[in-house]
């Protein structure tokens, strides 16, 4: 069973920056697509960005040039580097992990509260 466990996240002033990391085990890595995904308060989840094996991206226009994707494929790991935060970005932040199989993993979240 594929296991994604975030970190990074935290509270941050307006115009802050934050990184966030996914660590997954039990997967084949380089067969998934990886995202981050968020869910405001009191709102639905929302795709952030994602990111294919080879390296192709994917982003929300309310983050395109501000948040940036990457994945390190010989440590398991994705990461979402988040720069001019605003506070709409708030939210819980989830990975994801999704394959042509059919596989579609969550993480647990991480959240990340942007405030003065």
């Known amino acids: 069973q594929v296991q994604l466990v975030e970190s990074g996240g935290g509270l941050v002033q307006p115009g802050g920056s934050l990184r966030l990391s996914c660590a997954a085990s039990?997967?084949?890595?380089?067969?998934?697509?990886m995202g981050w995904y968020r869910q405001p308060p009191g709102k639905q989840r929302e795709l952030v960005a994602t990111?294919?094996?080879?390296?192709?991206?994917n982003y929300a226009d309310s983050v395109k040039g501000r948040f940036t994707i990457s994945r390190d494929n010989s440590r398991n790991t994705v990461y979402l580097q988040m720069n001019s935060l605003k506070p709409e970005d708030t939210a819980v932040y989830y990975c994801?992990?999704?394959?042509?199989?059919?596989?579609?993993?969550w993480g647990k979240g991480t959240l990340v509260t942007v405030s003065s």
């Open positions: 994801n992990a999704a394959a042509l199989s059919g596989v579609n993993a």
């Open positions: 990111i294919t094996s080879g390296g192709s991206t």
């Open positions: 039990r997967i084949i890595f380089r067969l998934y697509v």
